[in-house]
């Protein structure tokens, strides 16, 4: 076990070093290319950045407002029949959104709640299972300049429910 332990400290400077030598053998300038890649990602940063402030801003809001509050009561009258816990409700909200501001309402989760509770074990597993799907559409789609987005909403919304199911189910076996 611990060799598996010392190895995996050395993938990323491993993949880095293949990196650099399959560069070098291929006679690419390494370091030119890095610059010119480091400073289009910096372009792109500045691109996004009004797109990732309005989604901080509406988050925010949402949390400020009491609007999450409010919808945790609505629909956690009907979750609660599937074993879908009513305050998940907030978490699953925002995660579609914002996965920073999802993950600080998953530890305040943790503090109410247990990290072990059922609560906890559901919200544990729905944040590494669902994704960011408005960020990951705005950005991703502005960068790429995508404008026909046809079915990526249904399915994204498709893969989260199928997430939320694997995390009751998954954790209804603990």
Not at 69 to 91: A, D, H, N, Q, W
């Amino acid at each position: 076990m611990k060799l598996l332990l010392y190895m995996t400290d050395f993938i990323v400077p491993l993949v880095i070093f293949g990196i650099v030598c399959y560069g070098i053998m291929m006679k690419v300038d390494v370091y030119d290319t890095f610059i010119k890649g480091a400073k289009s990602g910096f372009f792109t940063v500045i691109k996004i950045m009004p797109t990732l402030v309005g989604l901080m801003v509406a988050v925010g809001i949402l949390r400020a407002s009491g609007f999450l509050g409010f919808l945790s009561e609505l629909i956690g009258k009907f979750t609660k029949y599937i074993g879908f816990p009513g305050e998940l409700v907030p978490l699953t909200v925002v995660k579609m959104f914002s996965s920073s501001a999802a993950t600080g309402l998953l530890l305040d989760l943790f503090k109410e709640h247990g990290t072990d509770s059922y609560i906890g074990l559901i919200g544990s597993i729905s944040m590494s299972c669902t994704e960011t799907i408005f960020y990951t559409m705005s950005v991703y789609f502005m960068t790429a300049k995508v404008t026909k987005t046809r079915y990526t909403l249904t399915g994204a919304m498709l893969a989260t429910f199928a997430g939320l199911a694997a995390s009751v189910i998954l954790a209804g076996m603990y």
